[in-house]
Structures are given as C-alpha cells and as structure tokens.
C-alpha cells in the first residue's frame, strides 16, 4: 500500500512540476512561466507556441563557495515553434552581455521569450560536468 501512495505521489509531483503559470505584469499583459528539464518540451495551451529546452551549452557560473573573478553565465538551448514556423533554435543566457552576444530575452513571432533562471547552481562539490541532464529552466513567455 505504501509504495501505491509514493507512486501516486510522485507522480503527482512530477505533473505539478511542468505545469506552466499564468500572472499579469505590471503593465496588465498576461505573462505565463514554464519550468522545463532538459530534453523536456511543453506546448502553451493559451498560445500557438512550443518550447524545447536541448540542454545548456555553456555553464560558467562561479560555483556557490568558490571565490571567482565574475559572476559568469549559464546558456540554455531552447527550440521555439508555432503554427506558422519550422523550428527554431535560440540561445538565452541567465545575463544580458553585448560584448559576447548574451541575451536574456528573445522576441519570436509575436511572443518575449525571457529565461528567467537555470537550476540548480553549480556548486564547489558539483561543477558542470556533474550537473549535466539534470538542468532544470525557468522561462516567461508573454504576448507582445
């Protein structure tokens, strides 16, 4: 009987856990947040959008304990497609950064793609090699 209830459990978790959220902004415009693992893609019922998240291609955020010359960045893979598009791959960093091409936001068909935050942070103990797969990603997207 316990292991039906830890199964359901789960479960239940793991359903509540890519369940995107809707709020309003501050300028009354709906913003719906999505939290994605890697490999995992979503399908936004209220918009004709569809989010993959591939995987982090550069992870150079200084380790939580380590002291670091700068604060450094995390890139997420993502791949965008509505109705109207073929795929489309992209890359938001954690920071905006001219002078090396990062961007945190993404206009793409009609919709602000912003990455909101990249889980979990690397640590002294567990650097990027040992994260790899188990990223998890946090995105807005709002309707322009």
Known sequence: MI????????????????????TVNTYGKEVESIHLTEGQQKILKEYPLQIK???????SRCP?????IWAGVAVAEI???DKATKPVILNLATTD???????KSTYFNGYTVTLQNVAPYPTAERGAQDLKGNYKIFISVQKK
């Open 3 to 22: 292991h039906k209830v830890l199964i359901l459990s789960l479960g239940i978790y793991s359903l509540a856990s890519c369940i995107s959220q809707k």
């Open 53 to 59: 998240f591939n995987r982090i291609v550069e992870e």
């Open 64 to 68: 939580e304990g380590v002291d670091c």
């Open 79 to 81: 791949e965008l497609t």
């Open 97 to 103: 950064m001219q002078t090396r091409d990062y961007q």
